[in-house]
């Protein structure tokens, strides 16, 4: 049986035998016929509160949050949305578009072209966050379980402030978009630091698909509340990165709707564990790096057996990548279980090790091996991960040497999907 994976732009075909394999996908929706009549109806007729243009007065200035480059978010739809009911009440020389980067690197003109498109970036000021500049950042105050919170100064200082981002079940925050287009998407690299601490990354409660209850997303929502956000829009996608339902409105019952039919469509109960779990990240762009590929790896971990294998297909046309701690935080130990140790102890947190500490986590617990186009042999193995370059007869090999009976489970979505044993017959 030939499976297509989601895996950079082109894709990637795997035969499987049918009479061991169980394919987990998302619950397909199609695209909304009209997107940008979804998009038009979120923003005038909201879950939760007026619609946008009761929210802004003339004279106003506009701040505009929404996802970086690893993130399929629609902007070239959502971004024009937005502008369109401003139109006539601000001054686009009044507007900013602030790229909620978190602590990834910020993205040049040729990726903004493509993430906002010509006439956008032509139009309207966009600013790169960095939450390592001094200069972008503002106090706001000490919010949640004792976070200090600094936030892009632009952010802070604008008369109207609008998220816009899109939702689908995140490994350690429940769920994207919403308050994560705030915190940690505009806030100082110190801020960061205490949301991914080791403490609240190393919570059970920190999981896919739960939010209330999960300390990460409970601070990560209070900032936002605190700080206050106008008016916000979030869309849930399909596998073709299509716009499937949009929402608007007041914060919280707004990504409270989006959520509930992300988690509809994104989360698959299956009956028991697997031996051999192939995903993937979700090809591009959220395969770019290893770093992201973290979350396909732990969408697999949800439902394979202890000891098992993972097979994880990213492209990392960026690496791991070189920018950040995250390298170097994966190669100071000499195992996954001692750098879970290390982390897990840690009173301070450094840049990047909540990402390492989740896979260290993972690779504690089960056998990863990657396929990507762009990392070496020998860069994976400073990362205690190996390299196949035929998924198929090292999945094959791995159900031979598990035994008679020996199951596979594929995510060609990826995170996309995110699989859970069904205890409730039990």
């Not at 769920?175 to 110190?190: C, I």
């Not at 996309?416 to 039990?426: E, N």
Request: charged share 20%; aromatic share 6%.
């Amino acid at each position: 049986m030939k499976i297509r994976l989601a895996y950079g732009q082109s894709g990637l075909d795997i035969e499987v035998d049918p009479r061991t394999a169980t394919v987990v996908e998302p619950v397909h929706h199609e695209a909304a016929a009209d997107q940008m009549a979804v998009l038009r109806e979120a923003l005038r007729a909201p879950v939760a509160g007026p619609p946008l243009r009761e929210r802004v007065r003339p004279g106003q200035t506009v701040a505009i949050s929404a996802c970086d480059g690893t993130r399929p978010q629609p902007r070239h739809l959502m971004i024009p949305a937005v502008l369109a009911e401003l139109e006539g009440i601000v001054r686009l020389e009044d507007v900013v578009i602030l790229v909620a980067t978190g602590t990834h690197r910020g993205n040049g003109e040729a990726e903004l072209r493509a993430m906002f498109g010509d006439e956008v970036v032509d139009a309207v000021r966009i600013v790169n966050h960095d939450a390592r500049d001094p200069g972008q950042l503002t106090w706001m105050g000490t919010y949640g379980n004792g976070v200090p919170v600094w936030l892009n100064r632009a952010w802070a200082e604008a008369d109207v402030r609008i998220t816009t981002g899109f939702v689908e079940p995140h490994f350690f925050a429940g769920f994207s978009g919403g308050p994560k287009l705030v915190a940690p998407g505009l806030a100082a690299l110190e801020t960061v630091l205490v949301l991914h601490d080791a403490a609240r990354i190393g919570d059970p409660r920190a999981t896919w698909g739960n939010i209330h209850g999960n300390p990460v997303h409970d601070d990560v929502r209070a900032i936002a509340e605190a700080t206050g956000v106008t008016f916000s829009l979030d869309v849930v996608l399909n596998r073709d990165k299509d716009i499937v339902a949009a929402f608007g409105g007041d914060l919280a019952p707004m990504h409270a709707a989006a959520t509930a039919t992300a988690k509809r469509m994104a989360m698959r109960p299956v009956e028991a564990p697997f031996d051999v779990v192939v995903t993937t990240n979700s090809g591009f762009p959220l395969d770019q790096n290893l770093y992201q590929a973290v979350k396909g790896m732990s969408a697999a971990y949800q439902v394979v057996k202890p000891g098992g294998m993972i097979v994880c297909a990213a492209e990392c046309r960026d690496g791991f990548p070189d920018h950040g701690s995250y390298r170097e935080v994966l190669a100071s130990a000499p195992s996954p279980q001692a750098l879970f140790d290390d982390i897990s102890a840690r009173t301070e947190t450094v840049p990047d090790q909540w990402q390492v500490q989740i896979q260290a986590r993972i690779q504690s617990g089960s056998r990863v091996v990657m396929h990507t186009g762009f990392l070496s042999d020998a860069e994976l193995e400073t990362a205690h991960l190996r390299q196949t370059r035929d998924i198929s007869a090292t999945v094959a090999e791995a159900l031979a040497a598990a035994g008679p009976g020996a199951r596979l489970c594929v995510l060609p979505e990826g995170p996309q999907t995110i699989p859970y044993v069904d205890r409730s017959g039990a």
